[in-house]
């Protein structure tokens, strides 16, 4: 199937400081990603649809000044996690849909740990 | 928007046995229907899916059927082994092509 490649696989920080995490179509253009959240043992939760050349849109509740999402090229999408805290630690994971919306694959997901 | 039901949470099967995960969709518009299976610590990772077109599909041991008038599908495995073992969502995607996903089902297979 299609890559999805994301780094970093984990990372630690200190409270306070900001994290880039990048998700990237190898194979394919990626006119649209998806990034989401995830807690131990609980499903996706969809944080927020990222689109080629505009801003990106994000669910209710999520904070778009804290979560900052760039999609500045049809294979690279970021997420950046501003002033990171203790409880912004969990597994972010980005998502692409193939060429002529046909599958959706996922990147291998970065663990965050805020300490 | 779409809702997505899964059940169920958790499935114990014997190695060998068949097992059987539904989900169930309300968005008469959703038309792309994908399973995913998802290993501890590790991406999902896509295994069958299903268009609105088609009834039933089968790629060696595990099948995908869709009934688009009860809005429901499900995900079958057959002659389970121990490495089916993981978590299974399903999906289903409608016109805005953002997909939503169940809750998970965590299937343990024992040798």
């Known amino acids: 199937g299609a890559v999805v490649s994301q780094h970093p696989s984990w990372v630690i920080c200190k409270s306070g400081t900001s994290v880039k995490i990048e998700c990237r179509s190898l194979?394919?253009?990626?006119?649209?990603m998806f990034w989401y959240r995830q807690f131990p043992k609980q499903s996706l939760m969809l944080m927020a649809t990222s689109n080629e050349g505009s801003k990106a849109t994000y669910e209710q509740g999520v904070e778009k000044d804290k979560f900052l999402i760039n999609h500045a090229s049809l294979t690279l999408s970021t997420l950046t996690v501003t002033s990171a805290h203790p409880e912004d630690s969990s597994f972010y994971i980005c998502s692409a849909w193939t060429g002529g919306l046909e599958k959706l694959f996922f990147g291998s997901g970065t663990q965050l740990s805020v300490l | 928007g779409e809702n997505v039901e899964q059940h169920p949470s958790t499935l114990s099967v014997q190695e060998g046995d068949s097992a059987v995960i539904k989900c169930t969709y309300s968005?008469?518009?959703?038309?792309?229907f994908p399973w995913y299976k998802q290993e501890l610590g590790k991406r999902p990772q896509l295994i069958i899916d299903?268009?609105?077109?088609?009834g039933e599909k089968k790629d060696q041991r595990i099948a995908v059927t869709l009934n688009k008038t009860a809005k429901h599908f499900s995900l079958h495995i057959t002659e389970t082994q121990p490495e089916d073992s993981a978590v299974y969502f399903c999906a289903a995607t409608g016109g805005s092509y953002i997909p939503t996903f169940g809750r998970g089902t965590s299937l343990i297979v024992h040798p």
């Open positions: 299903i268009r609105s077109n088609v």
């Open positions: 194979d394919f253009q990626a006119t649209t």
């Open positions: 968005d008469s518009a959703s038309n792309y």
